[in-house]
């Protein structure tokens, strides 16, 4: 009887996909919304990461006709003590109530993993990024081919001809392949011998050369070698993204969060563009320190506002970790738009001649209550400030948000300076 | 001595090659069997998680659900909850297996000796099998529900499509046809009648046929009751079945679904009822074959020392009150018994005889054990061969746990001369897929009225259904009948204990 053994481990995975995103497009808004909550709950830098997500079953139910209750029976193996007629008292005996038929659906909640893209992608969604921005986003980075030494095979095209001549000439050599010039000197001894018993010697001497030249080819298939080539991830710049906030008590909760959502975007892109990016969090009252996310989000700070102390602090970290040349530099600034009336030259000064000029992207984002339209009525000092310079030339980009979906637009100003920086950078 | 099949646990295609040579011998020629051809694959981890969230087939139709399914196992297989199973064998000629490329050399062995041998043997001869499912049509039947499903979501929208599969599916347990009917199931020509019904359909569409006056229609109520619940087939336990013939409103591929929905759950059927003896007979198989090849030298002490290991853990029957229990291992109550038939035939004693007239002594084993394969599922397997020596060495009893019962749960019967029998009947029971699942039927529909569906359901032992689930049951029943849906559960006296009415949701307006 004939058997047939298959490898199947070499057919293209993923065959459940289909299903898999079936189900996801099903349970959209409740996969959504964990991963909002899950979102909300991640440092920034690991935004990017899938992960595991809990949902809650409903609607995602898959009912049957099921019994349950009324009088029971059951055959169980392991008796030990008991007799007909005996009577086991029923809340002891939990082993035998759980093994009913009656246990059936325990999966109230149900959790599974997301994979990055999917995580990101419905992280993306939630932010209702227009659907050309997503692609830019969902872009993976291009990887450039590179030399990398030789290999036996390949396409005829991508034959090396030094190296093959090469090792044609070394194994020729190993082997004592006698060279034209050898064979015809004997010739030419041949020719002028007379003696016809030295001829003879001459003439096995040929016989014998000739042979070992046939026996070893010129080019034999082993010299072959190929051109190897390797694919190599384009090499990419550093960037360092720096998140400036304004931490005094008039930020709320909502518009800290508005906020860390704007520097995940921020993060996001970046971190499509560039191999390494490193973020540096200032926070500040009137005076600004460097501190770490937690603390920048969720440390609790009191004081007035003094926006330049920020932009003093990131220009001395500039200078002293990252310099420009080596370094792209992304700003992004938020704040609900206070800060001392005397501190609006200063402020404006440091922003125009020593921030600015370093940065390739400076984005201010004023972050208000939701739905609040009274900060719509008058322009903050700050907003004032920044809105001057920007009239002035200044390349600043800025907004005010109060809802989610209001932060993206911010971006589009990025993606203008990306194409032209791109642009620039192509010869 | 005869050559080794393998060293340590290594394997390559050779090594299969050989190993499944090895098994056939002796499964051939030693036990006797009588199997399909063969086919075996080697998957990854990730195959076998795919094949798990199709029920094992090798292809099925797309559905969120089987990404539910997926979704989760893949979860807790990560998570390391859950281990995956060495193979997944299908019923289909040829007979194909998975085998995990994880295996050991040993590992493969065994499951070859179980999947391609024994279970392969049990499909092709056992009466349920036979009678129940078209194993050289299967393969060829999913691949037209898969493209036939597709079709219809390029035609009439994927969203039509779930809902009328997930009601389905939400019925699919009720699908089935529980008595055989005067033909056998043939897929093939199913999927070409079905290609046939619907040419024929198109080619003499004509739209004036929609204009034609039609003409009085006949008096209904002259239809007496009898006559009418004769008309529809009535009373009819297959709910798909009779949704699909006597819905008012499907559209025909609807009712095409409903009745992929049907043929799947049907061909899965005998596999519910025989899950004791399938594995019993595979386990058996398995065991026969690897002690020969350890006997003829063929596999090493050491490989069979692993196989030992595998084949007792495969076979471990916690007890009652151990934290593992969790009913009996069809494995561990199968393999026993069919190591104890061999028993009764090979060496008797004076209570087999008593018992077991009819074998005891009979000195063939194989042939008695190939009849047994062939001739009985779970239920009557049990309630014929289980001796009471198993009873004794499993330490079985009964306990009957009546809620009205203030003093608690009653022992009713335990492995002593009086309670063998009760005990036998009782577990011979509780293998009886019909005498579980619960007992619906459709008893009536008011055609002169509302056109109400009326379904019954027959409460056995006071075990009523769960109200969530089957309201949500009744509700997709209720969106493919288009009319109001009442189910009625009634106890043997006929007295009504609950009555649910569910109506039709309203269809939203297509999406374009």
């Given at each position: 009887m004939p058997i047939h053994i298959i490898d199947?481990?070499?057919?293209?995975?993923?065959?459940s996909l289909e299903n898999r995103q079936r189900f996801l497009r099903r349970a959209k808004s409740l996969v959504q919304g964990a991963v909002k909550k899950t979102s909300q709950e991640r440092d920034i830098k690991d935004v990017l990461e899938g992960g595991e997500v809990t949902i809650p079953l409903d609607g995602m139910h898959e009912p049957r006709f099921r019994r349950e209750g009324g009088t029971r029976d059951m055959v169980l193996p392991g008796n030990k003590k008991f007799i007909e007629g005996d009577y086991l008292q029923r809340s002891g005996q939990g082993s035998a109530k759980d093994s009913g038929p009656g246990e059936g659906d325990s999966e109230d909640a149900f959790r599974f993993v997301l994979s990055r893209d999917e995580f990101v992608d419905l992280f993306l969604d939630d932010l209702e990024l227009p659907d050309l921005a997503k692609r830019k986003i969902a872009q993976t980075e291009s990887e450039g081919i590179q030399r990398a030494g030789y290999t036996t095979?390949?396409?005829?095209?991508?034959?090396?001809v030094s190296r093959t001549v090469k090792l044609a000439l070394a194994r020729r050599i190993a082997l004592k392949r006698p060279r034209k010039d050898e064979i015809e000197e004997l010739e030419a001894a041949i020719a002028a011998c007379t003696d016809e018993d030295e001829r003879e010697v001459l003439l096995a001497r040929l016989e014998k050369l000739q042979a070992k030249t046939k026996r070893i080819p010129f080019i034999d298939p082993l010299d072959i070698r190929y051109r190897r080539y390797e694919k190599v991830p384009r090499p990419v710049a550093q960037a360092v993204m720096f998140c400036l906030m304004d931490v005094s008590g008039s930020m709320s909760e909502h518009m800290k969060d508005l906020a860390k959502r704007f520097y995940m975007l921020l993060y996001v892109f970046l971190k499509r563009r560039y191999k390494h990016v490193e973020i540096v969090f200032i926070r500040h009252t009137d005076r600004a320190e460097e501190v770490d996310e937690q603390t920048f989000f969720y440390g609790p700070a009191s004081g007035g506002t003094l926006v330049s102390s920020a932009l003093q602090a990131m220009h001395e970290i500039v200078r002293e970790r990252f310099n420009p040349s080596d370094w792209n530099i992304y700003a992004a600034q938020a704040s609900d738009g206070d800060n001392s009336y005397s501190d609006g030259e200063l402020t404006g000064m440091l922003l125009t001649d020593k921030i600015l000029p370093v940065c390739q992207f400076f984005a201010y984002l004023e972050v208000g209550e939701s739905g609040g339209s009274a900060f719509d009525l008058s322009d903050s000092s700050l907003w004032t400030l920044y809105e001057r310079l920007r009239n002035g030339g200044a390349p600043l980009s800025m907004r005010k948000v109060s809802e989610r979906s209001e932060i993206f637009p911010v971006f589009h100003d990025l993606f203008q300076r990306r194409e032209t920086a791109q642009e620039k950078a192509a010869p | 001595m005869t050559e080794r099949l393998f060293e340590g646990a290594d394997w390559d295609f050779h090594t299969l090659q050989r190993i499944t040579d090895a098994c056939e011998e002796v499964a051939l020629k030693d036990l006797g069997l009588d199997v399909y051809p063969n086919q075996i694959e080697v998957i990854t981890a990730e195959q076998m998680l795919d094949a798990y969230s199709s029920v094992g087939m090798p292809l099925f139709y797309k559905h969120w659900s089987f990404g539910k399914h997926f979704a989760f196992h893949e979860a807790s297989y990560r998570k390391g909850l859950m281990g995956l199973a060495y193979e997944i064998v299908i019923n289909s000629s040829p007979c194909i297996s998975y085998l995990m490329e994880e295996n050991t050399a040993t590992m493969q062995t065994l499951v070859i000796a179980h999947a391609a041998f024994g279970h392969n043997h049990f499909f092709k001869n056992n009466y349920l099998f036979k009678q129940w499912t078209d194993a050289d049509g299967i393969l060829d039947y999913l691949d037209f529900a898969k493209n036939y499903v597709m079709q219809c979501e390029e035609r009439y929208g994927r969203v039509e499509v779930e809902r009328t599969l997930d009601a389905a599916h939400a019925l699919m347990s009720h699908g089935i046809d529980r008595y055989p009917g005067k033909k056998k199931l043939d897929l093939r020509a199913e999927e070409k009648r079905a290609g046939r019904r619907r040419q024929h359909e198109e080619e003499v569409f004509n739209d004036l046929w929609r204009t034609v006056p039609a003409g009085k229609s006949k008096s209904r109520s002259a239809l007496s009751v009898e006559r009418r619940r004769k008309l529809l087939g009535l009373?009819?336990?297959?709910l798909l079945y009779f949704l699909e013939k006597s819905a008012p409103r499907l559209a025909p591929w609807q009712r095409e679904l409903l009745r992929i929905v049907r043929h799947i759950a049907q061909y899965f059927y005998p596999q519910s009822q025989t899950k004791v003896m399938n594995e019993g007979t595979a386990t058996y198989v398995h065991y026969r074959i690897m002690t020969k090849l350890h006997q003829q030298g063929r596999i090493t002490d050491g490989n069979f020392l692993e196989f030992l290991g595998s084949h007792t853990n495969v076979v471990f029957q916690p007890e009652f009150d151990d934290p593992r229990f969790s009913g009996f291992n069809p494995y561990a109550l199968g393999f026993a018994m069919m190591q104890d038939i061999e028993r009764i035939v090979t060496n008797p004693e004076a209570e087999d005889r008593e018992w077991f007239p009819d074998i005891a002594g009979k000195n063939d084993v194989m042939g008695v054990l190939r009849d047994v394969w062939a001739n009985y599922r779970d239920e009557s397997f049990i309630g014929q061969f289980l001796s009471p020596k198993l009873m004794r060495h499993l330490r079985m009893f009964h306990l009957h746990d009546d809620?009205?019962?203030?003093?608690?749960?009653?022992?009713?019967?335990?492995?002593d001369e009086r309670g063998f029998r009760r005990v036998r009947r009782e577990l011979a029971r509780q293998h009886d897929v019909g005498y579980i699942d619960a007992n619906i039927e459709v008893v009536d529909v008011d055609l002169s009225g509302d056109r109400r569906l009326i379904l019954h359901h027959h409460v056995i032992?006071?075990?009523?259904?769960?109200e969530t689930d089957a309201k949500r049951v009744l509700q997709h029943l209720a969106d493919l009948w288009t009319y109001d849906v009442a189910l009625i559960e009634v106890d043997a006296n006929d007295k009504v204990l609950r009555e649910y009415v569910v109506s039709p949701r309203p269809i939203p307006a297509a999406v374009a």
């Open positions: 199947r481990r070499l057919n293209p995975g993923g065959k095979s390949g396409s005829p095209a991508n034959i090396s | 009373p009819q336990e297959n809620p009205e019962e203030r003093a608690g749960i009653r022992v009713d019967a335990i492995h032992k006071g075990s009523q259904l769960n």
